[in-house]
């Protein structure tokens, strides 16, 4: 009996400590991984931030992704092998996600300032994909049926499914959201000689655009951006209106952190109307902005919340956080609902901003100054919520929905019709009585 319990119980112990050891040397290397992306998080929000902003305007983005690392490290030490896995697998992927900056300034204007650090992370982010899948093959389960092999791996396929839906994809987008945006100047082709101008936000960041002198006294915004609104800009002009395109914030030219969803951008749209209201060959009572996508949810906003947009046309607009994405119906509303709410609060977090008013709160402050809203058919990102703002919208207001366009394509899809609608309103909203 001695004689077999001791070898017996030597290889369990051999075994236990070759468990113990394969733990300590993936947690030193899960510790590696981890630290790598915190170093890229500080050095990103801290130590190189973008120009215009400063360590406080960082601190939920900076902070909270940190104490998330540190918090998945102490789980990771502690977790069983399942869930040693996942964790290393879904810091694997942020690793990865936060690298996408990196990859995408470097293919565009070269690499500089955090790029390096990120860069690191991409062998850091593999490295963690790597220890939780060897942690997954190491501690699979053989000696059960094949039936309940199967049956397991099944719903660890729905489970990943529901994860990748619900919180991976809602984070990289909110991540690449935040911290990536059109690095380089388009050319402009804007149909008469233009102006280099900059001005600067509330908050202190520059912004540069090119502005088209007016020759009637009235001027426009068209936004965002200075590419997506180039033929509308053209369209303007031949007509004598002055227009203003410039890079929003973390955009081409100028300071800050990008959001592609729109938050705090505002700001932006505040500043450059003030910059038009100071022109001498605008009248500050004949000013109006039209814009595309983000740009159009902006421009309600700004106008709901200032009287110094006498007239707003509005393409596209839909969700831009939870707030819309519940106003939508069916079964469309329990897909775009946990989505959106995933997206919100990692935007909020990686923005260091909180999600903007529900639009359809905010139109009916627009009136008396008319609103002219524009949707396709073939939209997306919830543009169909146009018809919802637009009931929600006080007199006066027009609504055309354009069936054969894709999203803010209705200038595309039906041209001569879009100018005679688009020019039409803003002489009556903003050349009547001269």
Known sequence: MTEWAEPHTGHVGRVFAGLAAAMRRDSALFRIGIGVVAVHIVDDNFVQPEPGMSLGDHLASGLIPVAVLVLGAGLFLRARAGLRAVVALLFGFFALVTASEAFYYTREVGASGDDYTGFLAIPAGLLLLGIGAVILWKTRIRHDSLRRRYVRRLLLALGALVISVFVLFPVAESYVATHAARAVVPPAVLGAPYE?????????????????????????IAFPGKSGPQKQTRMLVRHGYGVLLFDRRGEGESDGDPNALGWAGVRDLNAAVEFLRRRSDVDPNRIGGIGLSVGGELLLQAAAESDAFKAVVTEGAGIRSIREALMTSGSQKWFAAPVWAGTTAATAVFSNTLPPPNLRSLVSRIAPRPVFFIFATKGQGGEQLTADFYEAAREPKELWEIPDAGHTGGITARPAEYERRVIGFFDDALLAGK
């Open 196 to 220: 280099q101008v900059e001005f600067t936000t509330s908050d202190g960041l520059r912004l540069r655009g090119w502005y088209v002198p007016s020759k009637n006294g009235a001027a426009v």
